[in-house]
């Protein structure tokens, strides 16, 4: 029900566009967040957006990089990465939490979530 897309290898200083799209369900009254894992590490909060109005929150280490932003017409939600830097390289996936979206952090509060798609950011 949730499909990532986007990621590749960039390098160091670059920008990716990590799309997540939705079907199957309705996702409005939920939040769509975005998680990546590095490896041989845990799963970590990125950037989440409210699916029906523009209310966002970052993780600290990518504001004023990434941008998240949401299309409730072609159900996708969006994930613009610039500024690329090599410890942003990890495995990002796209999740749907029904609760309100200060706990977008808690990657445990998700019900839903994509297959990951890989980016790797070479320094």
């Known amino acids: 029900q949730l499909q990532a897309s986007g990621g590749g290898l960039v390098q160091a200083g670059g920008s990716l566009r990590l799309s997540c799209a939705a079907s199957?369900?309705?996702?409005?009254?939920?939040?769509m967040g975005w998680f990546r894992q590095a490896p041989g590490k845990e799963r970590e909060f990125v950037a989440a957006?409210?699916?029906?109005?523009?209310?966002?929150r970052y993780a600290d280490s990518v504001k004023g990089r990434f941008t998240v932003s949401r299309d409730n017409a072609k159900n996708t939600v969006t994930l613009q990465m610039n500024s690329l830097k090599h410890e942003d390289t990890g495995v990002y996936y796209c999740a749907a939490s029904v609760f309100g979206i200060n706990t977008a952090h808690r990657l445990d509060l998700y019900e839903y979530w994509g297959q990951g798609t890989l980016v790797t950011v070479s320094s």
């Open positions: 199957g369900r309705t996702f409005s009254g939920y939040h």
């Open positions: 957006v409210r699916w029906s109005i523009d209310i966002t």
